[in-house]
Every structure is written in C-alpha cells, then in structure tokens.
C-alpha cells in the first residue's frame, strides 16, 4: 500500500530560526497535504500542494510530483509553532488520506 | 466555536464492554470520516459516509460500527472492547476531496 515517510522525526529550534520538513511517498499524490498536530491532539489543515510552491503567512511547501516528495518550509519559527507535522497523501478516491509518522517541533523562546 | 463536536473528549472503559462515540459536525458538509490514532502511529483511516451511506470501511473489525442517525451525525460504536482499542478516535468531515477538517478527537483507554 501507500506509504508516507517524513523527517526528521523531532527538531529543535530556537524562537526566529527556519524549519525545513521533508516528506516522501510511495505512489503520485493528486492532493498532497500538510496539517498541524497541535501539542494538545487538535487537528489542522496547513495546505493542499499537488505540485509546485505554495505559501500561506510563514509556511512555504514545494512539491515536487515526479520525485515524490514535498517540503515544509516554516520561516521566523514562534514557539506557537511547536507541535506536530503531517503529510498525507489520498488513497485512490480523495477523501481517503495516508499519513506520515509526522515531524515533532519544538521551538525554544 | 467547535464546528465538529466530538463527545465525550475522554473515555475510559473496561475490556468487554461496549462505548459509543458521538461526532456531530456544523459545517453542512455531507462527507464525514473516523480516523484512529493510536500511540507511535500514523494517523489511520478507518470509515467514510457520504449522505448517511457508508463508502469506505478500512477497519477489519466488525466490532467497529458506525451510525448515521442524520446527516450530520456519525457516531462510533465500538463493542467487546480490548486494551488494543485504546487510542484517539477522530471524526471529520469534507466539503470534497481537497480539505479534510478534524474533529477534537475522543481519547479512548480500555483497562
């Protein structure tokens, strides 16, 4: 089956420092997502990005659909940043999705 | 305001007993879903419904049941429980196929 492979499993960073995740996967991922885990279980949509650079506020996401893999760029981190992040891609139809083990930030004031 | 109310947020149940769920959601959305995740796993689909009729079932027990009493309901039944069980169980919903949005999750231990 599909599988989703993100790293690093953990990072530490200091409050104003830049993240860079990385997420690989198995199969062509038609909608490439990331969410947010916040430190407390809550679930959020960060972004969809099938292909190419998106942005929203501090977050930049590249995909690059050919080699399988999508980054996560947070710029100017903030300890409100701390938490986990998820890739998922969908299986077969689009509401199922696979996700990754996930990245563990945690920013330093 | 939470637009998809999960209930209760923590559940403790003894082996062999049964528990439901309940997810009600506020986004007018007629596709919703359960997620598991259990602990040091990923996030993992386990059923879909699109206008009360289940899609997609991922879960190989049928001791997991889902109910749709309307179209904005989905809860979780989940009987002859086992400590395997144990886990934060997530409703959600979608508009289509883009964006999923996650519910507060239940935190299941079964002792």
């Known amino acids: 089956g599909q599988q989703v492979q993100q790293s690093p499993a953990s990072l530490v960073l200091q409050e104003g420092e830049n993240a860079e995740l990385q997420c690989n996967f198995s199969?062509?991922?038609?909608?490439l997502q990331w969410f947010y885990q916040s430190p407390g279980g809550s679930l959020v949509s960060l972004l969809s990005?099938?292909?190419g650079t998106k942005h929203t506020g501090r977050l930049t996401s590249t995909t690059v659909t050919k080699e399988r893999r999508s980054s996560l760029h947070i710029s100017s981190s903030q300890t409100t940043d701390s938490g986990t992040y998820l890739c998922?891609?969908?299986?077969?139809?689009?509401?199922?999705?696979?996700f990754g083990t996930g990245t563990s930030l945690l920013v330093d004031p | 305001d939470p637009k998809i109310i999960q209930k209760p947020k923590y559940l403790v149940a003894v082996t062999g007993s049964e528990k439901i769920l309940i997810c009600e959601q506020y986004?007018?959305?007629?596709?919703m879903y359960w997620y598991r995740q259990s602990a040091k796993k990923p996030l993992e689909f386990m059923f879909s419904?699109?206008?009360?009729?289940?899609?997609d079932n991922q879960t190989a027990s049928s001791r997991f049941q889902p109910q749709s009493s309307k179209k904005n309901h989905l809860d979780l039944q989940i009987t002859a429980l086992k400590p395997d069980d144990s886990a934060t169980y997530f409703c959600?919903?979608?508009?289509?196929?883009?964006?999923?949005?996650f519910g507060a999750g239940t935190r299941l231990s079964v002792l």
């Open positions: 959600a919903s979608s508009p289509g196929i883009n964006t999923l949005y």
């Open positions: 199969s062509t991922a038609t909608q």
């Open positions: 990005n099938p292909s």
């Open positions: 998922a891609i969908p299986r077969n139809m689009g509401y199922k999705l696979t």
């Open positions: 986004l007018g959305h007629n596709a």
């Open positions: 419904y699109s206008y009360q009729k289940l899609m």
